[in-house]
């Protein structure tokens, strides 16, 4: 049965390791869903989030093929239970809306979103949650004139202690 996993793969900051990576996903015709990377809590070690919804099997067979790469530290994969996550939206609003429409004050209010900025053209909004909340506020402000609007992929980390620092650090330590 399918299932929502989060992939992890820890790495050095190398040319070409997203397109082998990638690779790997096409080969096996697994869509990616969501995709971030950014620096670990190592310096100079990157990680990548990666969001896949196959079957435990694949998801494993996968793990294995990403790790055979050389820049690649460690993968790891986790079901949504056993990982806190988030995604973030910003949201380019008419600013006639925000000021004629005093409707969309309390929709921002009751989403928990943020104006971060106010132009005589327009106005952004920031969300940071659960993709429903992100779509939820996306379809509410729509019929006020969005003029743009961009999601992040998902970060995440895990429930429980992974021990990747350490694998890290000894990583580190015999470069």
């Given at each position: 049965m399918e299932k929502t996993y989060t992939v992890s793969i820890y790495s050095e900051n190398n040319v070409g390791l997203l397109n082998r990576i990638s690779s790997i996903f096409l080969k096996r015709h697994i869509n990616i869903e969501s995709l971030t990377t950014s620096q670990s809590e190592i310096k100079d070690v990157f990680r990548f989030i990666i969001i896949v919804n196959v079957t435990e099997e694949s998801v494993k067979k996968l793990i294995k093929q990403i790790e055979k790469q050389v820049d690649v530290i460690r993968?790891?994969?986790h079901t949504d239970e056993e990982t806190i996550f988030q995604e973030s939206a910003l949201y380019k609003v008419k600013s006639s809306a925000l000021?004629?429409?005093?409707?969309?004050?309390?929709?921002?209010?009751?989403?928990?979103?943020?104006?971060?900025?106010?132009?005589?053209?327009?106005f952004v909004i920031e969300k940071t949650g659960f993709r429903k909340e992100t779509d939820r506020l996306y379809h509410d402000l729509a019929p006020f004139g969005l003029l743009q609007f961009v999601r992040s992929g998902r970060i995440s980390i895990t429930k429980s202690k992974m021990g990747i620092s350490e694998i890290l650090k000894k990583f580190k330590s015999d470069n």
């Open positions: 993968a790891f994969y000021f004629e429409e005093r409707h969309i004050q309390n929709i921002i209010k009751e989403s928990h979103a943020n104006i971060v900025t106010v132009s005589p053209e327009y």
